[in-house]
T-cell receptor, first 113, second 109 residues
Framework: NAGVTQTPKFQVLKTGQSMTLQCAQD?????MSWYRQDPGMGLRLIHY???????DQGEVPNGYNVSRSTTEDFPLRLLSAAPSQTSVYFC????????????FGQGTRLTVV | SQQGEEDPQALSIQEGENATMNCSYK?????LQWYRQNSGRGLVHLIL?????REKHSGRLRVTLDTSKKSSSLLITASRAADTASYFC?????????FGTGTSLTVIP
């Protein structure tokens, strides 16, 4: 079972560049989300989706866009990278129903210089 | 922010000792979960406790929940070097999961 797959694992961007972080899951989970993890801050929710065609903002959505055209994929786009977006990004998926665990990808370490 | 907070931020113990970490959260919850994160890896689910439960066990893990105090604790008994990791509590509010700031546990062989 692949679970949740994130690509790339590492990325260095220059300020102002754009890029897309990929996330795919093969568990047919409806709910997917993106988090960023910074030292001392824990994980903060960026955007989430409750199903194909439906997305919503989390705690820290500014500077990021998402779309959900299929159940499997939930890409995160940085439109114009800033040094403040240097972080580790995690994608997670959850199967439908309340009280269920989240499955995480291995993370993407992004550095914006 | 709706994040919880773990306490302590860091904990160092000898192998074989017990480790206790605490989590406080801000809003009413349906359930609370604990996750482990090994260095450089994603989070892995450990245990879930529902709001109508007060205590739950899973192997060497014991979780308690006090909804009146909006707090939970995770006890790892007979710790091993392999338990070295960061531990996070998480609450789910509808479709959104909120994580605490984490406790970094080091178990010294």
């Amino acid at each position: 079972n692949a679970g949740v797959t994130q690509t790339p694992k590492f990325q260095v961007l220059k300020t102002g560049q754009s890029m897309t972080l990929q996330c795919a899951q093969d568990m047919n989970h409806e709910y997917m989300s993106w988090y960023r993890q910074d030292p001392g801050m824990g994980l903060r929710l960026i955007h989430y989706s409750v199903g194909a065609g439906i997305t919503d903002q989390g705690e820290v959505p500014n500077g990021y866009n998402v779309s959900r055209s299929t159940t499997e994929d939930f890409p995160l786009r940085l439109l114009s990278a800033a040094p403040s977006q240097t972080s580790v990004y995690f994608c997670a998926s959850i199967r439908p129903g309340g009280g269920t665990e989240a499955f995480f990808g291995q993370g993407t370490r992004l550095t914006v210089v | 922010s709706q994040q919880g907070e773990e306490d302590p931020q860091a904990l160092s113990i000898q192998e074989g000792e017990n480790a206790t970490m605490n989590c406080s959260y801000k809003t009413s919850i349906n359930n609370l979960q604990w996750y482990r994160q090994n260095s450089g890896r994603g989070l892995v689910h450990l245990i879930l406790i529902r709001s109508n439960e007060r205590e739950k066990h899973s192997g060497r893990l014991r979780v308690t929940l006090d909804t009146s105090k909006k707090s939970s604790s995770l006890l790892i008994t007979a710790s091993r070097a392999a338990d070295t990791a960061s531990y996070f509590c998480a609450t789910d509010e509808g479709n959104q999961f909120y994580f605490g700031t984490g406790t970094s546990l080091t178990v010294i062989p």
